[in-house]
């Protein structure tokens, strides 16, 4: 909860302090994908559905708070001739992502992406995972409009779980409408 | 390219950082319980589980950091008169012990009650046997398999006479590795 807490903040911080800063550019827009778990026997796939909001700081760095939920499939397996099915978590992260470059502005932009979150998972029978984790990728935003750019991103979420980890492979695509400027 | 140095010791601390490397994962093992009787007329069935028989187990010993999931699994019916709850329990080293009375007194609560009515024949769910672990049992458990991987299990029901049958019996285990 506490880490929650400071996520909550940062992300409200970066908003608040972007809303003041000459000529700083924000954007909002949603995002929709598939995770793949990465040698997790014990969960399955699942879309992510999800909405960030870029905030170009400076023309080099774009900073996004971002906030996504993903419902992971169940496996499936036969144990002595019987079939039984393990639900699948339901995980919801929030965190921000840094991205070198402004995904903003004009053109066609290929960028790298790293960040930090705050990553919760619950199924039935299970104990809440709630960890930090990290995510990273690249990306492409191409405009679709002169407000309008869509993103399309892979990448990596990795969420560290006492001595070990768990890890999902990701591809999104999503938009994003663009409110302020900056001019 | 100037713009990407900094991706670079990124993703080296990232990928070198303790616990979180690309090289772990959770896997499952499921170790046969195969089918069995319980019963007050008898002795307190048991079964001797040593993990070592199982490849997965094996090959990633060395690298074993924790449990991530467990659930008792199978068919069980109440061929008794009277409702009972079906309970695991356990023994970290090999034991022997006949009257459940000897189990409770000595052994720890691993998993349980599943509660059963009288002639009633119900498949144990994933999930909800997942959910039946106790704390304590499963602190047990997991040192076991960090541990030499030999316990003993015992079946037994929480009413005063039971007769149970377990069709299929099966200890299914996710493992946490890291290198």
């Known amino acids: ?183 | 390219m100037k713009n990407l140095r900094w991706i670079i010791p990124a993703l080296l601390l990232v990928f070198g950082a303790p616990g979180c490397v690309l090289v772990s994962g959770q896997f499952l093992i499921d170790f046969d319980l195969d089918t069995f009787d319980a019963s007050t007329d008898t002795a307190v069935t048991r079964a001797d589980v040593d993990l070592t028989t199982e490849d997965d187990y094996n090959d990633h010993k060395e690298d074993l950091k924790g449990l991530a999931d467990v659930a008792v699994l199978g068919k069980i019916t109440n061929s008794g008169s009277a409702d009972i709850g079906v309970e695991v329990w356990m023994t970290g080293g090999p034991t022997t012990y006949t009257t459940p009375t000897e189990v409770t007194t000595n052994g720890t609560k691993l998993w349980g009650p599943f509660n059963l009515g009288a002639g009633v024949t119900k498949q144990v769910a994933w999930d909800e046997s997942a959910g039946l672990f106790s704390e304590v049992g499963k602190a047990l458990l997991i040192n076991e398999i960090k541990g030499d991987g030999q316990f003993t299990i015992y079946a037994i029901g929480n009413a005063g006479t039971y007769q149970f049958n377990v069709d299929n019996g099966v200890l299914a285990l996710a493992i946490e590795f890291g290198k």
């Open chain 1, 1 to 183: 909860m506490k880490r929650a807490l400071v996520f909550a903040i940062l992300a409200l911080g970066i908003g608040a302090g972007a809303a003041r800063a000459p000529g700083a550019q924000i954007g909002i827009g949603p995002y929709a994908g598939y995770n793949a778990a990465l040698i997790q026997q014990d969960t399955g796939n699942g879309a992510v559905f999800g909405v960030r909001a870029p905030i170009a700081l400076a023309p080099m760095i774009t900073i996004e708070p971002y906030y996504a939920s993903s419902s992971l499939g169940d496996v499936d397996e036969e144990f002595g001739g019987l079939s039984y099915t393990r639900s699948g978590f339901d995980m919801k992260t929030f965190g921000a992502t840094a991205i070198i470059g402004s995904i903003l502005t004009e053109g066609f932009k290929f960028y790298p992406f790293a960040g930090i979150g705050s990553y919760q998972m619950e199924r039935t029978g299970s104990e809440d995972i709630k960890e930090t984790g990290f995510n990273f990728g690249f990306g492409f935003s191409v405009p679709a409009g002169a407000k309008i750019h869509v993103q399309a991103r892979g990448g990596m979420d990795m969420i560290v779980t006492e001595d070990t980890s768990r890890k999902f492979a990701n591809g999104t695509i999503g938009i994003t409408y663009t409110l302020m400027s900056g001019e």
